[in-house]
């Protein structure tokens, strides 16, 4: 926490800048803020590190995770209930995640669906129903939590919540989805008058004598710039995945190997909160990417240095990979047979991370070997899973039956030790309001915050879409909160 203190408001001379609600942050978070703010009358002023609004947001996949029937899920011919959607959320989103919270965003979900298109991004109402970090083309709708897996197939009805802006023209690994979602959020901002400065690094925060914040202290151009709130400033700064002091202490697991995140997510905004009193919640929780292609997962049997199957191979991602991280020692090993790997190559998904087998044996014994397993170990898996798969039936792991095939010859594995890496999953802790708790519980008077510099849907889980969809609704209740004062 060195060099981060509140400064206190007697000592500011003279303000460079003012506006009613200042937020620091452009990305989903903010530009949300923004949109509310400004639309409840007050005048807006953006501090945005970069020189550009977007941040990690624009470089997503575009993922907002919405549900409890949704026009788009409608269109799409998928029921869905916002009791159903918390449901599975309060599966999904791991031990200590917030239920007041969870059931707060899904009974607003179908709102915040109506409220993004009415800010002009848009949809496209089609499924894409095959596995994938994200659709082909430019379709609407997926599954993008492993809501259709075991075990959350079996707590809440599947249905897909993953709903992507609609982003024609769309290059696999140049361009993203998330920029279909600002640009509109954006302009939006600016036709109600938001105002935006650039290059702006956030330094402290500006507080009265009786604790409220009335403001910032930043650098521009190596110059100390100071603005004032006249109603609140609203932090959406992101998360500390490039604070290496910071992951060493909460994160050490992922740390060095951040994974959808921007180098401006260095939590200075946390930085600046805590050295009021700001608590935290969840911080050493951690969304795991597992950096295999999802074609190749589910169509493969997934081991760890045991030879034994530890996961269903169907299910999101994340989950597997925070599963390998955190209980199989960052090791596993994907076995495949050639016409498994043949399909997953010509399938119909983008191929951002598609792997060649290490490892490539006419038997599985010869392929145990050679991998250094257990003797014994993988044979054993491998007999069993072909003679359920045989049946259509995965009595252990429950993968479904779509993709259940025996294991033929020959046969390869691809080599995911170490195949992680993430980003934290907590912050600050704040109310429903989106107002910043200090350590006592009580909120801090004009401090407000969404986004990855918070702790919100996720605690040790996690779903594609859950930061974008809790930054952007929370979001507009801290500017809705801010602009009130």
Not at 130 to 148: I, N, R
Not at 218 to 230: K, N, S, W
Not at 265 to 270: R, V
Not at 368 to 388: C, H, K, M, W
Request: hydrophobic residues 40%; proline residues 5%.
């Amino acid at each position: 926490m060195t060099g981060v203190r509140p400064v206190p408001a007697t000592s500011v001379t003279t303000w460079d800048h003012e506006a009613d609600v200042v937020i620091a942050g452009y990305g989903v978070a903010g530009a949300a803020a923004a949109v509310e703010a400004a639309g409840a009358g007050a005048d807006v002023l953006v501090l945005e590190r970069a020189g550009a609004w977007g941040g990690a947001a624009a470089l997503a996949g575009g993922f907002i995770y919405m549900g409890g029937g949704t026009g788009l899920q409608k269109a799409c011919g998928f029921h869905d209930s916002a009791e159903n959607m918390a449901a599975f959320l309060a599966a999904a989103m791991g031990p200590g995640a917030d239920r007041a919270r969870i059931a707060d965003y899904c009974e607003g979900s179908v709102a915040h669906f109506e409220w993004l298109v009415a800010c002009g991004v848009p949809f496209k109402p089609e499924f894409f129903g095959e596995p994938g970090w994200e659709p082909l083309g430019d379709q609407g709708l997926m599954y993008s939590g492993g809501e259709d897996a075991y075990p959350f197939n079996t707590v809440a009805e599947p249905a897909p919540r993953g709903h992507v802006p609609q982003m024609q023209n769309k290059k696999q690994g140049q361009a993203s989805a998330g920029f279909m979602l600002m640009k509109p959020l954006v302009q939006k901002a600016t036709d109600l008058g938001v105002r935006a400065l650039y290059d702006v690094r956030v330094q402290s925060l500006v507080v009265e004598s009786d604790g409220r914040v009335t403001g910032i202290t930043t650098r521009q151009y190596g110059t100390e710039v100071t603005i004032r709130a006249r109603r609140g400033v609203v932090l959406g700064t992101g998360s500390f995945a490039y604070n290496e002091s910071m992951m060493d202490r909460f994160t050490p697991r992922i740390a060095g190997r951040p994974v959808s995140a921007v180098e401006q997510h260095d939590g200075q905004g946390i930085r600046m909160a805590q050295a009021l009193g700001a608590d935290l919640a969840h911080v050493d929780a951690t969304e795991v990417a597992f950096l295999v292609d999802p074609q190749q997962l589910v169509r493969g049997v997934l081991v760890n240095s045991r030879g034994q199957r530890y996961v269903a191979e169907d299910t999101y991602p994340g989950r597997a990979g925070q599963l390998t991280l955190y209980h199989q020692e960052d090791t596993a090993y994907l076995i495949l047979d050639g016409d498994a790997q043949d399909e997953a190559v010509a399938s119909q998904t983008p191929k951002l991370i598609l792997r060649k087998p290490k490892w490539v044996c006419e038997t599985v014994a010869e392929l145990e070997a050679e991998i250094g397993l257990p003797f014994g170990s993988l044979q054993d898996t491998v007999a069993r899973y072909n003679a359920a798969a045989a049946h259509g039936e995965d009595p252990l792991l429950h993968k479904k039956a779509r993709w259940l095939r025996p294991i033929g010859s020959p046969v390869g594995a691809l080599d995911l030790r170490h195949a992680t890496g993430g980003f934290p999953l907590g912050g600050l802790r704040t109310n429903l309001d989106a107002q910043v708790l200090h350590v006592s519980g009580e909120p801090i008077p004009g401090l407000y915050a969404a986004g990855r510099c918070t702790a919100g849907l996720a605690a040790w889980g996690y779903a594609s879409g859950i930061s974008l969809g809790d930054g952007s609704f929370y979001g507009r209740r801290a500017g809705r909160s801010a602009a009130r004062g």
